[in-house]
């Protein structure tokens, strides 16, 4: 496509959570996501991203819920659809170390024509799916 940069990326997701610290938490801990940026914005806003800890993919911007439309969106930000895909080169350690630290997976792991995946919740019930790639 004309007129556009050719090196463009989807650098970082929103995703609204009812509390900083909890979510911080639930992602470096379950997750083995890095805190990669917490900014106090005053006003009792922060600009907090978390990132896998290879830093491949994008960012999530843990953004705290402001009112109640947004809290209502909390946990089904895509109408119960998967909204977010974690890949990994080792479908079954990662899958093993998230049941350990107690995600809990929705389903038991399957092979597709795409990979082997398995879907699992975040803290608030927004799915997302592990996933290892075929190669």
Partial sequence: MTGFAENR???TVALVV?????????YVDRLGFLLTEDVDLGGGKRWVTVAPANGQGARLLLAEAADDAQRDSIGNQTGGRVFLFLETDDFVRDHAAMLEKGVEFREAPRHEAYG??????DLHGNLWDLIEPKR
Avoid at 18 to 26: T, V
Avoid at 116 to 121: D, K, L, P, R
Wanted: proline share 6%.
């Fill in 9 to 11: 990326r989807v650098a």
């Fill in 116 to 121: 082997t995946v398995a879907v699992f919740a």
């Fill in 18 to 26: 009812p509390n900083y610290d909890e979510a911080i938490s639930w």
